[in-house]
């Protein structure tokens, strides 16, 4: 821990964290400025830790800190002016939210992730890479007439949804009923449940989609889609409940989808920004996979997560004591300075660029990665290579939101 002050840089973070859009397109120097100066911050709320081996250590240990985060908050004001019933449905809500995965801590994270694990095959996944360029294909079609895109709506949100649908065996027809349900579990997750009502009609749509497809998948005996080997026990004779799994399908619905979205954004707006990288890509296809992890770590969807001190810990020198909720910058991390030379840079060759943090580390690595990073590898590489001419026709806008980073909307030519 250095001696800068603190309040040298709280302004800004504060400004930052609340997603202001100037502060967002200068973030990286004030991550910079931190790595250097400040890397442990005390904002009241929330330690801030930006460096890298800082922040890879609190992932990795997870007996003092913890991932469960309290849901029971509704941000519109004091809990005590819910009525009964509205009480009763943020608690409910609280509780559904408390299963998922990445909110929990082993030995409970253990059990659900050996459950689940078993489903994504190395067969399974191989059999996405052909049904994820088709739907590349289908969705650049209107496009390819057109010469232009507006990428986020026509390509980037479409299909990390149609993708996850298919592989839970859920039909299309349901994509636009799921996609306005997780828009209003998003804004429970990022307001603390403001939209209350709306969120618990969302969560119990959920519920009710789930049952249907159980019922189905247990009459027929189907278990060739993910959803039917999840719904059946795994190797050791263990099953997910249903409550379990209707909080796995709001999970890949939700974190992955939004994740995948807005790094299919960012990565063309990397290569965009640098020519010579984007060429070096359109001239050799099989860099695709290596040049995913550098757009993960050069301008990754997720800027940041937090932890909850289980017991008084140390970061960096800086005392942390248990019950401290402790934000960590990954966006931050991975442009430090110690261990990516020219961390500014671009370079979809990186030999080291696989040691980000921008999907997480230790237990909780995102457990979907491999299907985020394989539908920005087939979209970015079938971009790139099938329009030459591709550029910027308007300036990027991105979202007025600070962990989950992208843009809001971006418009290209094609030609």
């Known amino acids: 821990m250095t001696s800068t002050p603190a309040a040298d840089f709280t302004g800004d973070l504060t400004t930052l964290l609340r997603g202001d859009g100037g502060a967002l397109q200068s973030q990286f120097d004030l991550y910079e400025q931190l790595r250097a100066d400040a890397p442990v911050i005390d904002l009241g709320d929330d330690i801030i830790v930006s460096r890298h081996a800082d922040v890879r250590?609190?992932?990795?240990?997870?007996?003092?800190?913890?991932?469960?985060?309290?849901?029971?908050i509704y941000g519109g004001g004091p809990v005590s002016t819910l009525s009964d019933e509205q009480r009763a449905k943020l608690y409910e809500l609280a509780d559904f939210e408390s299963g998922w995965m990445n909110d929990t801590d082993d030995p409970v994270h253990a059990g659900l992730r050996d459950v689940v694990q078993f489903a994504f095959t190395p067969r399974r996944i191989a059999a996405m890479r052909d049904l994820i360029q088709s739907f590349v294909d289908e969705l650049l079609m209107p496009a390819?007439?057109?010469?232009?895109?507006?990428?986020?709506?026509?390509?980037?949100?479409?299909?990390?949804?149609?993708?996850?649908?298919?592989?839970?065996?859920?039909?299309?027809?349901?994509?636009?009923?799921?996609?306005?349900?997780?828009?209003?579990?998003?804004?429970?997750?990022?307001?603390g449940h403001t939209n209350l009502d709306a969120a618990y009609a969302a969560y119990t749509n959920f519920r009710g989609l789930v049952s249907e497809i159980v019922a189905e998948k247990r009459s027929s005996g189907d278990s060739t889609d993910l959803f039917g080997a999840l719904l059946n026990s795994n190797p050791n004779g263990t099953r997910l409940t249903e409550k379990q799994l209707t909080g796995m399908l709001v999970l890949m619905l939700f974190a992955g989808h939004e994740t995948t979205t807005n790094l299919i954004g960012n990565s063309v707006i990397a290569l965009l920004r640098n020519p010579t990288e984007l060429e070096r890509l359109r001239s050799n296809p099989s860099l695709a996979a290596g040049a995913v992890h550098e757009f993960l770590r050069h301008n990754g969807s997720v800027q940041s997560v937090r932890r909850v001190a289980r017991r008084n810990g140390v970061v960096a020198g800086h005392p942390v004591a248990q019950g401290r909720s402790v934000r960590l910058l990954l966006a931050a991390a991975n442009r430090d300075e110690a261990v990516f030379t020219d961390p500014d840079r671009l370079d979809i060759q990186r030999?080291?660029?696989?040691?980000?943090?921008?999907l997480g580390y230790g237990i909780h690595r995102c457990l979907g990665a491999w299907l985020a990073r394989m539908?920005?590898?087939?979209?970015?590489?079938?971009?790139?290579?099938?329009?030459?001419?591709?550029?910027?026709?308007?300036?990027?806008?991105?979202?007025?939101?600070?962990?989950?980073?992208?843009?809001?909307?971006?418009?290209?030519s094609l030609r």
């Open 375 to 412: 539908e920005t590898e087939i979209a970015v590489t079938t971009l790139v290579t099938r329009y030459p001419g591709m550029k910027l026709l308007a300036p990027v806008e991105f979202k007025p939101t600070f962990t989950m980073h992208g843009p809001k909307r971006l418009h290209l």
């Open 351 to 358: 030999a080291n660029a696989a040691q980000h943090v921008g």
């Open 57 to 72: 250590a609190v992932l990795g240990d997870t007996e003092t800190f913890s991932s469960a985060r309290d849901r029971t």
């Open 144 to 191: 390819d007439e057109r010469g232009a895109i507006e990428l986020i709506e026509e390509l980037a949100f479409p299909l990390p949804l149609n993708a996850v649908c298919a592989i839970l065996g859920i039909g299309r027809e349901r994509n636009a009923d799921i996609r306005a349900w997780s828009d209003e579990l998003a804004t429970a997750f990022d307001t």
